[in-house]
């Protein structure tokens, strides 16, 4: 049984570019959530999606957007980069409202 | 607003000494959901534990054991017998229960590293 997935593992980007990340909900799973996690911090919010729509949004400008797909997998996309938007993003999956699995992570870097 | 504190950053060990890791959660809402998950250094975060608002009870889970206590709104972990394998981040979320509508979004502390040593 496969667990979340996400990809690419490592990016690295230039100021102003623009990124889209990878997710792969662990089986049974509808539900697909993305955290930002910057060095040293804990994982922060930034949207959950449901039934191919954002349910919850954290508190993140609107360069940071995303997307479900029929298939419960999901893109977290970032427009305009910033050097502050280099983190570990994280995916999460659940069914319904139980409790979330997360992947491995994608490292972004921004240059 | 929901708030995590983990008051220890960093907390280094002896293999086989006892360690407690501290959390402190603020919420308005009366039910919520409390989580424990550790993340080594591969990045992945490891669930380890959830605990409803209205259950007290502590738990167990061989060298793991959870102590919830709603009147301090703490919800302390401890490791028996540590191990060097036990060394990583650790962190307590949290996420009100929604029965209808909204999601479950997990509100977490800045963590606590705990190194393990031989």
Redesign the interface.
């Known amino acids: 049984d496969a667990g979340v997935t996400q990809s690419p593992t490592h990016l690295i980007k230039t100021r102003g570019q623009q990124v889209t990340l990878r997710c792969s909900p662990k089986s049974g799973h509808d539900t697909v959530s993305w955290y930002q996690q910057a060095l040293g911090q804990g994982p922060q919010f930034i949207f959950q999606y449901y039934e191919e729509e954002e349910r919850q949004r954290g508190n993140f400008p609107d360069r940071f957007s995303g997307h479900q797909f029929p298939n419960y997998s999901s893109e977290l996309n970032v427009n305009a980069l910033l050097l502050g938007d280099s983190a570990l993003y994280l995916c999460a999956s659940c069914r319904g409202r139980e409790t979330q699995y997360f992947g491995p992570g994608t490292r972004l870097l921004v240059l | 607003a929901q708030k995590?504190t983990q008051a220890q950053t960093e907390i280094s060990v002896v293999e086989k000494e006892d360690v407690t890791l501290d959390c402190v959660y603020e919420t308005r809402d009366t039910t919520y959901y409390l989580?424990w998950?550790k993340q080594p250094p591969?990045?992945?975060?490891?669930?380890l534990i959830?605990r409803n608002s209205f259950d007290e009870q502590n738990e167990i889970s061989g060298r793991y054991s959870w102590n919830f206590q709603k009147s301090t709104s703490s919800f302390n972990f401890t490791i028996t017998a540590s191990q060097v394998v036990d060394s990583a981040v650790y962190?307590c979320?949290l996420s009100e229960?929604?029965l209808t509508g909204?999601?479950?979004?997990?509100?977490?502390?800045?963590?606590t590293q705990l190194k393990v040593e031989l």
């Open positions: 995590v989580f998950y591969s990045g992945e975060l490891v669930f959830r962190f979320a229960a929604i909204g999601g479950n979004k997990l509100t977490f502390g800045t963590g």
